[in-house]
């Protein structure tokens, strides 16, 4: 995927808009919620999109795709 650099800015309440071309590209909607990691240097970080499940991330990383089901299903009931 090709480098896509867009300038932004900064509002009054530390608000930034996603740019139109950004938020299409990575699938952004109103609403969605993303991660903002610290990269340790004073300007640098990543923001991340949240997808609405990684239960398939698991897959065959820590058991069977079962096992990995079953515990993100009993980790929702304790926040449910």
């Known amino acids: 995927m090709a480098l896509l650099e867009i300038q932004a800015t900064v509002r009054t ?3 930034v808009t996603i740019p139109q071309p950004v938020a299409e590209r990575h699938g952004i909607e109103p609403g969605q919620r ?9 300007d640098e970080f990543t923001v ?11 897959a065959g990383v820590f058991g069977t795709t079962e096992q990995n089901v ?9 926040w449910d």
Not at 48 to 54: A, C, D
């Open 13 to 15: 309440k530390n608000q």
């Open 34 to 42: 993303l991660v903002i990691v610290d990269g340790g240097t004073e």
């Open 48 to 58: 991340r999109v949240i997808r609405p499940s990684y239960a398939g991330a698991l």
């Open 70 to 78: 079953a515990y993100v299903r009993g980790e929702r009931e304790v």
